[in-house]
């Protein structure tokens, strides 16, 4: 009785998003609720169908996050693209990563510089995620392979820095850049494996 609870409790966009009813997710969106506002989740009793890697997180049994967030971080790629096609569509962009909790989500647009940051950091999310069909999709909606963030990190740089080889792979064959520095920085790493795997191997020829 204590788990239905607690099901019911949780803020119903995020709860559909866990479900990957994006059906619902759309009915939600569109009466208003706010897919860039952070709410309290329970890792520890998530739903059953939600990816048991998504939630190894270092804030220990509760996450406060965005549904968009939530959605990039589960690999929803069909929830992804409804909240963005949602969000374009009313012309309201905040920051995905630290929403106000007093914003209007009727407030006047942002300016596109604004938008393209907001999704630069969205692509970089999922890049350290490891979500590779979230990175495909972002790229469509106008993320970029070319732009480094407030660091100096590209998202080459930032994909080599967390393992995700794939993604690696990936942002090589879109025409990312790998610089001569780069490029020893990646098969350093690469070189640490005894075991490699073919993506690996690829890049060790890069």
């Known amino acids: 009785m204590a788990c239905k609870k607690e099901e019911e409790e949780k803020p119903q966009l995020h ?16 009466n208003g609720q706010n897919p860039l506002l952070e709410e309290e989740i329970n890792i520890s009793n998530t739903i059953e169908q939600a990816p048991r890697a998504a939630f190894q997180s270092p804030f220990g049994s509760s996450l406060k996050e965005s549904a968009l967030c939530l959605a990039i971080r589960c690999g929803y790629v069909e929830t992804v ?9 009313t012309a309201t962009y905040s920051s995905f990563f630290s929403p106000s909790s007093t914003t209007s989500f009727n407030a006047a647009p942002t300016s596109p510089t604004s938008t393209q940051t907001n999704i630069q950091k969205a692509f970089l999310f999922a890049v350290l995620c490891g979500e590779q069909g979230v990175c495909e999709l972002l790229l469509q909606y106008g993320a ?6 407030s660091f100096g990190v590209s998202p080459l740089q930032l994909a080599i820095s967390v393992n995700q080889w794939a993604i ?18 990646l098969h350093q790493k690469l070189k640490s494996y005894q075991n490699k795997s073919a993506v690996q191997d690829r890049l060790l020829l890069k």
């Not at 693209?81 to 569509?89: G, P, S």
């Not at 970029?144 to 963030?149: E, G, I, K, M, Y």
């Not at 690696?168 to 920085?185: I, W």
């Open 168 to 185: 690696v792979e990936y942002f090589l064959d879109q025409g990312a850049e790998l610089t001569d520095k780069l490029r020893n920085y």
């Open 15 to 30: 709860r559909k998003i866990l479900l990957r009813d994006n059906k619902s997710v759309q009915i939600l969106l569109e």
């Open 81 to 89: 693209k409804t909240i963005l096609d949602h969000l374009n569509n």
């Open 144 to 149: 970029t392979l070319h732009q480094s963030d």
